[in-house]
């Protein structure tokens, strides 16, 4: 765990989250993407070496309207930037940490990323990024 | 906002989760410390320029026991560092944020602090916090 690469925000609308964050920020949103694997669309914000991920779904029964519809908008997961993303895998898995995917998959922003089971970290969904390609893969 | 100076995490137990998140993190806990104004134990990890604050209530009916009781263990807040934080209460005021108090108050880890309400900003508790001292404070 190098350092946290960003925190994701659930938000029902990047129409209206965007212009809410720049405020709050005082700063613009520096680029969109859709994930189309997670079906979501992201808006992300610089601060300092950290970045802030929206996240809106793109469907009414996606995990973000799911996870919204459960516990409103707010904080969804930290990201943290690892080296070696299977190293890290393991390393965790092995301190009884459970993987919510066993095989690093594709994130946003050209990551390669895996997560963790909220229920052994304290109810923090734990997202472990890596940038693709930085491992070989 | 100059960037994250931390993620602030409502557990049940620090004696439980100080260890849990020196195996997460692979790093140990380098301070705690309690804040009596607002009855809560907290431990302290680096991460990165971020740290990362676990808060345990000191009261079954404490802002963080009650935290707990409604929406889980997990994400509290997110901290922002700021240079000015009347300033910037002033500014964000202006924006239509509103201030959960609104004279700078004590935090932990010799910061004074101002929180906005979640209702404004998409469910985030955000924290303004400045180095007390830093403003002639």
Redesign the interface.
């Known amino acids: 765990?190098?350092?946290?690469e960003h925190?994701g925000?659930a938000?029902n609308s990047l129409a209206n989250?965007v212009p809410?964050?720049e405020?709050?920020?005082?700063?613009p949103c520096y680029k969109t993407e859709s994930v189309e694997g997670e079906r979501v669309n992201t808006a992300f914000f610089r601060?300092?070496?950290?970045k802030i991920e929206l996240l809106e779904s793109m469907d009414p029964d996606g995990v973000i309207a799911r996870f919204i519809e459960k516990?409103?908008?707010?904080?969804h997961h930290?990201a943290?930037?690892v080296e070696d993303i299977e190293a890290e895998m393991k390393?965790?898995k092995a301190?009884?940490?459970v993987l919510l995917n066993e095989t690093p998959k594709q994130g946003a922003d050209n990551k390669i990323v895996c997560f963790?089971h909220?229920k052994?970290?304290?109810?923090?969904l734990?997202e472990l990024c890596s940038t693709n390609g930085a491992n070989g893969l």
């Open positions: 765990m190098r350092k946290i925190i925000i938000v989250s809410l964050f405020k709050l920020l005082g700063i601060t300092g070496e950290n516990k409103g908008e707010g904080i930290i943290f930037d390393r965790l301190e009884g940490f963790l909220p052994h970290t304290n109810g923090v734990i």
